[in-house]
């Protein structure tokens, strides 16, 4: 199989750096796909001082900072190899994931979940994602690191892990076929890339290997950060899910999983907003609900679990008071 690595960038060369280094070290890229989101001055690998034509660097620049959204579709539309992987500037990848394409030589998939260390655990002496997402992997029974084919129960349960762009090994032509890009917005970019695929896959492989290091700071300019009206764009990224959801033929199976996860990401968002968005967020969140939500949707969560269906009311509610 052959693989590019997508890297949005914006005003990171240190990180770029790095990755850039670890990445010609481990040789598992055929090519590497620098997306520049506008950086001033431009992250240009040649200015780093690699010779990108010898290490099969792709130099690609947005004029306008845009988002790493748009700099991941940048990649995507130059996309000339089987597979791809998404990988943030500042994080770095582990020796597993040699491994773990070299398992995956032959198999047909049309992506491939892996599991990642979070610095956050990390700096609390576990090794692996945050809790929300190892409690996924337990009760999926996903503990092999041998990558296999998951079951359709497996997949709706793991479509709830956090929405990160860099824990799948992507086939090209999957993305392609269906269309499948990131939302063009400054934060949430992922969710779209994140859900559709699951519901666009046939075939979806997992291994519980720790394949790359997410790094977060608690401080800091990265999007997990951020607190501003930015977040108030994840219903852009949210409405589109909706509208991919109901030209699926296997919506019925997603409901449940799709809720249960946008109510705890407004419980996130919520928790990290400046507080004088909330009232405008409840609001929004009321009118998201309301706009997808049909009575045959809600008849189906309040029969499979009321317990979430009161919390759609709750949300309503509120926003509406």
Not at 27 to 41: K, M, T, Y
Not at 95 to 108: F, I, P, Q
Not at 259 to 272: A, G, H, I, K, N
């Amino acid at each position: 199989m052959t693989l590019s690595v997508v890297i949005p960038v914006r005003n990171d060369p240190t990180g770029l750096t790095r990755l850039l280094n670890q990445l010609l070290q481990l040789r598992i890229a055929e090519r590497i796909l620098v997306c520049d989101d506008a950086s001033d001055p431009p992250c240009r690998p040649a200015d780093l001082g690699f010779d990108e034509a010898a290490a099969g660097i792709c130099y690609l620049r947005s004029s306008d900072h845009r988002g790493a959204g748009h700099a991941r579709n940048m990649g995507i539309a130059a996309l000339d190899t089987d597979h791809v992987l998404f990988f943030d500037s500042d994080d770095l990848l582990c020796d597993a994931v040699v491994d773990l394409l070299r398992d995956l030589e032959g198999k047909a998939f049309d992506f491939c979940l892996f599991r990642h260390i979070d610095s956050r655990q990390r700096s609390r002496g576990t090794l692996g994602p945050m809790d929300s997402d190892q409690q996924l992997w337990q009760s999926a029974g996903l503990q092999a690191v041998t990558p296999q084919q998951i079951s359709a129960d497996q997949v709706e349960q793991m479509a709830m892990i956090a929405a990160y762009p860099w824990n799948k090994i992507y086939r090209s032509g999957f993305l392609q076929e269906h269309n499948i890009r990131c939302t063009e917005i400054m934060v949430h970019n992922d969710l779209e890339l994140h859900w559709t695929s699951f519901l666009k896959a046939k075939h979806i492989y997992a291994s519980a290997a720790l394949c790359c290091e997410h790094f977060v700071a608690p401080e800091g300019g990265r999007l997990t950060n951020r607190r501003d009206r930015e977040r108030l764009e994840v219903f852009q990224a949210l409405s589109a899910l909706h509208q991919v959801l109901r030209e699926t033929a296997q919506a019925p199976r997603f409901v449940l999983p799709m809720t249960t996860f946008y109510l705890r990401l407004f419980d996130w968002v919520q928790l990290t907003l400046e507080e004088h968005y909330h009232a405008e967020f409840q609001h929004r969140i009321a009118a998201f609900l309301l706009a997808n939500h049909d009575l045959a949707t809600m008849t189906l969560i309040a029969d499979r679990a009321p317990d979430l269906a009161h919390r759609i009311n709750g949300h309503i509610r509120r926003g509406w008071s």
